[in-house]
Nanobody
């Protein structure tokens, strides 16, 4: 499985960006696709994730109501729509795939096996 992210860039605070994650290879019906981010000097954190089967979603508290994750099963892609961006959203954003997931582990970084190279998101004040 190869994961490729796109859509990052520089945006002013309050603006929007849409990230795209394209997965080359099979995503199991039991799996999940997540978006993660890592800011300089900080640990990688889960931003949002979506179950491939039923679109159950997870959002970390800091992005709830501002970010939206969605999937397109026909294209094997997952999008992260980011609105009302803040400077603290600045980070490298990664997409990753977990072959088997459930509500308990969808947010757990350690379960995700196949990772992309990341895309930089910079939000200026």
């Amino acid at each position: 499985v190869t994961v490729v992210e796109s859509g990052g860039g520089l945006v002013q605070a309050g603006g929007s960006l849409r990230l795209s994650c394209e997965v080359f290879g099979r995503i199991f019906r039991s799996g999940a696709v997540g978006w993660f981010r890592q800011a300089p000097g900080k640990e990688r954190e889960t931003v949002a994730a979506i179950m491939w089967s039923d679109s159950t979603t997870y959002y970390t508290d800091s992005v709830q109501g501002r970010f939206s994750i969605s999937r397109d099963k026909a294209k094997n892609t997952v999008a992260l729509q980011m609105n009302s961006l803040k400077p603290e959203d600045t980070a490298v954003y990664y997409c990753a795939v977990d072959d088997w997931s459930n509500a308990d582990r969808i947010s757990g970084i350690r379960w995700y096996d196949d990772w992309g190279q990341g895309t930089q998101v910079t939000v200026s004040a």
